[in-house]
């Protein structure tokens, strides 16, 4: 935090900021050549194999689409495998090494594995006269430090991080100049940009949002962070992934945040949520004393982040834009259940489980001590 601070008030007032979602919502239609396929796209997705590749590759081809994959060839995906016995596998490196994009042509191209502004530059300069539509996978974290409430894509970016800056300002500022680079080769009527919270859901690499599944099945105690109507917000993959699918179809440009819930919703209302997909027997206790929670590690368990003033407004994410595009959300229930049974299915390795419960730097090997902790101060 004190690193946080300093770049804050040294490099980020002089920092260039630009409202880079400042673009009207056109929809266009499709051209004559996909029209003459009924309504069917060729798509190439950057990566494919990690958490949100597997879903997108499932939707375009169930809706009839045909799908390329780049990558490197070396993560198999643990979600639908035989989905990709059915798409065109291209190997290669978004560092440097794009001989296998060289004089091929797609309608689309989605770019989920931009972890550079310069592979986006690259790759978007590479395909800008052979692809009609670029789609950019951003994050909400372009408006870190998240001030105020809000946000909507009209929010103006930190463009320019100093050396001092820590690594949510730094991510964010990388993903906000991977959007202006896409821009710059595609144009703005044919670039589709969508900032995406906290992504959930069955396939979840990280073990963040599993965890509230995973530890209220177990039952008892339960340590729930922050006040009861501290907001929270997320998007299930399938829902994100899907929305992008159709944005494709009907030629939606223009820049959209992708955050779930439609309504405000609080911690209380979360946990409460994620219980309704177990029949455990669980006691809530609400940790409400930040202070506390930071003295015993705790300054977030996703989706809740603590609100402090640089993430005040993580969850205050605007998303008016995107559901009037026809981005939808499926009951929080519903993802709680369905990433239960993906927990639990043989795309999970037991080790992983294991470490969830048993790791000693968990949240759920010290929430007993800490809930103990809790009541010895009265």
Not at 70 to 97: I, Q, S
Request: hydrophobic letters at 40%; charged letters at 20%.
């Amino acid at each position: 935090m004190s690193t946080r601070r300093q770049f804050l008030s040294t490099g980020l007032a002089a920092a260039p900021v630009l409202a880079l979602g400042a673009l009207p919502t056109r929809t266009r239609a499709v051209s004559p050549q996909a029209q003459a396929r009924d309504g069917a796209r060729s798509i190439l997705i950057l990566g494919g194999t990690g958490f949100l590749g597997p879903h997108l590759v499932k939707n375009a081809l169930d809706r009839g689409h045909t799908v390329s994959v780049f990558n490197r060839g070396r993560t198999v995906p643990a979600l639908f495998p035989e989905y990709f016995d059915r798409v065109e596998h291209l190997e290669g490196d978004r560092n440097g090494d794009l001989a296998s994009l060289v004089g091929r042509s797609w309608d689309a191209v989605i770019d989920n594995s931009g972890q550079q502004a310069a592979w986006t530059r690259d790759s978007a300069q590479l395909l800008k006269d052979r692809v009609d539509l670029y789609v950019y996978t951003s994050s909400t974290g372009v408006y870190y430090p998240y001030y105020g409430s809000n946000l909507t894509e009209d929010t103006p970016l930190v463009l320019e991080a100093g050396p001092d800056a820590n690594e949510d300002l730094a991510y964010g500022v990388m993903k906000a100049q991977s959007e202006l680079e896409a821009r710059r080769a595609f144009g703005d009527d044919r670039t589709i940009v969508v900032r995406p919270t906290y992504i959930i859901g069955p396939g979840d690499r990280s073990n963040r949002f599993p965890y509230w599944p995973a530890r209220l099945e177990r039952g008892g105690e339960v340590l729930v962070p922050g006040r009861p109507d501290d907001p929270v917000q997320w998007i299930d993959a399938r829902d994100l992934t899907e929305w992008m699918i159709r944005l494709v179809e009907n030629r939606t440009v223009g820049t959209f945040n992708a955050v779930a819930p439609t309504w405000e919703m609080g911690m209380r209302a979360f946990v409460h949520g994620v219980h309704a997909a177990t029949t455990a027997p669980c006691t809530f206790v609400q940790v409400d004393d930040n202070d506390f929670l930071l003295e015993h590690g705790v300054p977030y368990v996703v989706p809740w982040i603590m609100p402090t003033p640089d993430n005040y407004g993580s969850a205050r994410v605007n998303f008016d834009r995107a559901v009037a595009a026809g981005l939808r959300m499926r009951p929080l229930a519903v993802t709680a259940l369905d990433t239960i049974a993906w927990w639990h299915s043989d795309s999970v390795p037991e080790a992983r489980r294991q470490r969830l419960v048993e790791a000693p730097d968990g949240l759920m090997a010290r929430e007993a001590g800490i809930l103990a902790a809790w009541r010895a101060r009265g």
